[in-house]
């Protein structure tokens, strides 16, 4: 009689096969949480995507589905809207969901870096000061515009005394190599994209310290109520992942540049400018607040609307559960 033809034998290699945790894709799969990421495709979400690829969300009991999009603003709207359960985002779009009272869970930063400020060599700008009467290339309302006012009031500068350009990140070389603009205010890769394109043609100007634009983790209300162990799973994991990143530099930097489409020579150069965290600090929230008075000043903001109460959309209970000491602001 052959062995595979009997019953008691077949149940025998099935219960050995599960002491051993052989156990088939199907099934595994089917003992993970489910989660829908929209992710803003660029190294500021390099914790997810290292999350992602190298296993950490699957290690944490976690099946994430990736959605990708080009700004943290449709990110978070897909979340919003139902068509995603977490998301990256700066905070320009936390800001403006908080002061319209949309009902979203601030759950932990992962990243922040500074913007930057690159001029064209023949514009003669050396300067901050220089941007005078120049013509300034921004993305209007993120942080971009942000950083943008914050530089011309550090230099004595009113948004009078220079023209603006609403510019997508990824046009901003085109605009500089076209004469369309003396200067670019962005984040990277986008500065180092445009120097690599245009040489000497350009060059950066020091304004470190001016802003840094924070990137984070955002889901709504609604579904932390619902899934509070799930968002555990989901801030345990990349606690893990941002460790990993920082002890396997090199291996990290191929991972998020091959996910984003760069070259990891590219990336390793900028690579010190993301400054990769998970965390609830003072940081965090100056920068929200900073954000939103600014939209409060420029009239970026729905009508009546006030400074928003930041400790009702900032939920520490996951990052808290996790890792108790990175969870570390006054509380608003």
């Known amino acids: 009689m052959s062995t595979c033809s009997n019953p008691f034998v077949r149940r025998c290699v099935a219960v050995l096969a599960l002491g051993l945790g052989i156990v088939a894709p199907a099934a595994q799969a089917a003992d993970l949480d489910k989660v829908r990421l929209a992710q803003n495709l660029s190294p500021i979400s390099g914790v997810v995507i290292v999350a992602k690829h190298q296993g950490f969300f699957e290690k944490a009991g976690l099946d994430v589905t990736v959605v990708n999009f080009t700004s ?18 700066a905070e320009a779009p936390v800001t403006a969901a908080a002061m319209a009272k949309q009902p979203i869970a601030f759950i932990a930063r992962m990243e922040y870096s500074y913007l930057k400020t690159l001029v064209t060599t023949k514009s003669g700008i050396e300067s901050a000061a220089g941007l005078k009467g120049k013509r300034l290339g921004m993305t209007v309302g993120t942080g971009s515009e942000v950083y943008t006012m914050a530089l011309l009031e550090k ?21 500089l190599s076209a004469n369309g603009v003396d200067a670019i205010n962005t984040w990277e890769p986008h500065v180092s994209n445009a120097k690599n394109a245009l040489g000497d043609k350009v060059k950066e100007i020091d304004t470190k310290g001016v802003y840094a634009e924070t990137f984070n983790i955002v889901t709504t209300q609604k579904y932390l109520e619902a899934n509070p162990e799930t968002v555990r ?17 090199e291996e990290a930097i191929a991972t998020v540049a091959s996910t984003v489409g760069m070259a990891a020579a590219d990336l390793a150069s900028v690579w010190d400018e993301y400054v990769y965290g998970v965390a609830l600090d003072d940081m965090t929230m100056d920068v929200l607040k900073k954000h939103a008075a600014w939209r409060l000043a420029t009239g970026n903001a729905p009508s009546g609307a006030a400074m928003p109460d930041f400790g009702t959309v900032i939920f520490a209970d996951a990052l808290k559960s996790v890792a108790p000491e990175r969870v570390a602001f006054t509380k608003p």
């Open 72 to 89: 943290g603003k449709q990110a978070l709207e897909a979340a919003l809207g139902g068509g995603a359960d977490i998301a990256t985002t």
């Open 155 to 175: 230099a004595g500068i009113t948004g009078k005394d220079v023209s603006t350009v609403s510019l997508r990140p990824q046009d901003m070389t085109a605009a």
């Open 233 to 249: 799973k989901f801030v345990k994991a990349m606690v893990e992942a941002e460790a990993w990143m920082k002890a396997n530099r």
